[in-house]
C-alpha cells in the first residue's frame, strides 16, 4: 500500500469515491469479466461443431476465425479511446450489447428454418465492440496504485480460469443435453444482465481529476464545454502512444514474445481432433484444465513474483519458460506430454501478459490508460488473423513439432537482442513493492 502522503500519478480514482465505493467497483468489474469470458468460452466451445453442422469445411471455418479477428483487431484501439473519452460505464454497457448481439445472431444461425452459414458469419461483425476485458483493465488500472497494478491485473487471471471453466463445461454440458443452440441463448441472458450492471453500477468515469487535466487539449478553455478534443477514430493520437519513451520496446516485446505459442493456440482444437484424437467433452476437460492453471498462475503466482522481483526480471523468465516449453512442445507426441508442459506455457503466457501490460499503463498518462490497454487488446486478435492460415500452413507443411521450434527461437531471438540492448527498459526496472 501506498503511504498517505505518496504522490500518486494514476489510481487516484473519481472524486468522491472512498476506499469502499474502490473496492466494490473493483469486484463488480471482476464479476462482469467473469461474466463476459464464461459467455465467451461457451461460444468457442461449441462454435467448431455448429460450423461443421451448418456444413463449412475446414478453409471456411478458417475464415469465420479471422473475420472475427480482423474486426477485434481494428476495433480494439478504437475502443479504448471511447473508454478513455467515454467512461468505464459507457465502455461496459457498448461491450455488453455488442456481446448480446453476437450470442442473439448465433442462436439464430442454428434454426434450421434460417440461412445459417450468413447468419454465423454476420455473428461476427458485432466482436468490433466486444471489449469487456481491456475495460476491466482500464478500471483496474485506474483505481489502483502503480505498485499494486500487476497484482491487481494478475487477479483478472482468476476471472479467466473461472470463465474458461464454466464456459468449456457449460458448453459442452448444455449443447448435449439441451441442444446446440442451448448454450448461445444462455450466454445471450448472461450479456444482457452485464449491460444492466454495467449501466446501473459502474461509475460513469474511474479516471481521477489529474486525468480529465491531462485529457483537456492545450487550447481548451477552462470553462468553456465542448472544447476541440481528438476523436475517437483520430489515429494519430492513438500512435502518438507507442511513440512515448519506453511503450514501443515492450509492447514489441509482447506482440513478437508471444506471438508464437498464440499461434499454437489458434490450432489447439485441430491438434485435439487429429493428433491427440479428443471428443468433444474431452477437449472441454483439457480446455477447463487449462482454465484451471490461469486461474491459479495469475490469479496468486504472477502477483506474489511481482512483489519479490522486477518486472523487467519476470519478463525474462517468461520467454526462458517459452524456450524451455517450446523444446518439450517439439518433443510432445500424446495429450498427457502436453499437460505436463502446460503449466510452463500458462506461466510464460500470464506473465508475459501481466507484466507488459502494467508496464505500458505506467508508461502513459492516466488519460490514456483505456487507449494503451486497447492496443494491447489487439495482440491476441492480430494473432487470430493471422493464425488460421499461417498456423494452418505450418500445421500441414511440418506437423505439430514446427510451433516448438518456433517458439524456441523466436524468444530466443528476443532474449539475445534485449540482452545486447544495453539499457532496453530503463524506466521498468524499480522493482514493485
Request: proline content about 6%; charged content about 10%.
Amino acid at each position: 500500500m501506498q503511504g498517505a502522503g505518496a504522490p500518486r500519478r494514476q489510481g487516484q480514482g473519481p472524486a468522491g469515491m472512498g476506499a469502499l465505493g474502490r473496492l466494490w467497483v473493483l469486484l463488480l468489474t471482476y464479476l462482469l469479466t467473469t461474466l463476459d469470458l464464461t459467455s465467451l468460452f461457451m461460444q468457442f466451445s461449441t462454435l467448431p461443431y455448429l460450423s461443421r453442422r451448418l456444413g463449412l469445411d475446414s478453409a471456411t471455418f478458417g475464415y469465420l476465425q479471422t473475420s472475427f479477428g480482423v474486426l477485434q483487431l481494428l476495433g480494439g484501439p478504437v475502443f479504448g479511446r471511447f473508454a478513455d473519452q467515454h467512461g468505464a460505464r459507457a465502455a461496459f454497457t457498448v461491450s455488453f450489447l455488442a456481446s448480446s448481439a453476437l450470442y442473439l445472431l448465433l442462436a439464430a444461425a442454428c434454426s434450421p428454418a434460417l440461412p445459417g452459414a450468413a447468419l454465423l458469419f454476420a455473428s461476427r461483425l458485432p466482436s468490433a465492440l466486444m471489449h469487456t476485458l481491456p475495460a476491466a483493465q482500464m478500471v483496474i488500472a485506474d483505481l489502483s496504485a502503480p505498485e499494486e497494478r500487476p497484482a491487481a491485473l494478475g487477479r483478472l487471471g482468476l476471472c479467466f480460469g473461472m470463465g474458461t471453466i464454466l464456459g468449456s463445461l457449460l458448453g459442452g454440458t448444455l449443447s448435449t443435453t439441451c441442444g446446440i443452440q442451448c448454450p448461445a441463448f444462455v450466454a445471450l441472458v448472461a450479456n444482457l444482465l452485464g449491460a444492466v450492471l454495467s449501466f446501473t453500477c459502474i461509475p460513469a468515469s474511474t479516471k481521477g481529476p489529474s486525468a480529465h487535466a491531462q485529457a483537456a487539449p492545450p487550447a481548451a478553455s477552462p470553462g468553456v464545454p465542448g472544447a476541440p478534443q481528438a476523436g475517437v477514430f483520430d489515429l494519430k493520437a492513438i500512435a502518438r502512444l507507442l511513440r512515448q519513451p519506453g511503450v514501443l520496446p515492450v509492447f514489441l516485446v509482447k506482440v513478437i514474445s508471444g506471438f508464437p505459442s498464440g499461434l499454437f493456440m489458434v490450432m489447439f482444437s485441430v491438434v485435439c481432433m487429429d493428433v491427440f484424437r479428443l471428443e468433444a467433452a474431452q477437449a472441454s476437460y483439457l480446455v477447463s484444465f487449462s482454465g484451471l492453471l490461469f486461474m491459479v498462475i495469475q490469479g496468486l503466482v504472477v502477483g506474489r513474483l511481482s512483489s519479490h522481483f522486477s518486472e523487467a526480471a519476470l519478463l525474462r523468465a517468461s520467454m526462458l519458460g517459452f524456450m524451455v516449453v517450446g523444446l518439450a512442445m517439439a518433443l510432445m507426441s500424446t495429450v498427457f506430454h502436453f499437460c505436463l508442459l502446460m503449466p510452463g506455457l500458462v506461466f510464460s503466457m500470464c506473465t508475459l501478459n501481466v507484466v507488459t501490460d502494467s508496464m505500458l499503463t505506467k508508461a502513459v498518462s492516466a488519460s490514456d490508460t483505456g487507449t494503451m490497454l486497447g492496443l494491447c487488446a489487439s495482440v491476441q486478435p492480430l494473432t487470430r488473423t493471422l493464425g488460421p492460415t499461417l498456423g494452418g500452413l505450418l500445421y500441414r507443411s511440418f506437423g505439430v513439432p514446427v510451433f516448438g521450434h518456433l517458439q524456441f527461437a523466436v524468444n530466443l531471438l528476443v532474449l539475445v537482442l534485449l540482452a545486447l540492448w544495453r539499457q532496453p527498459m530503463p524506466q521498468k526496472t524499480v522493482k514493485v513493492r
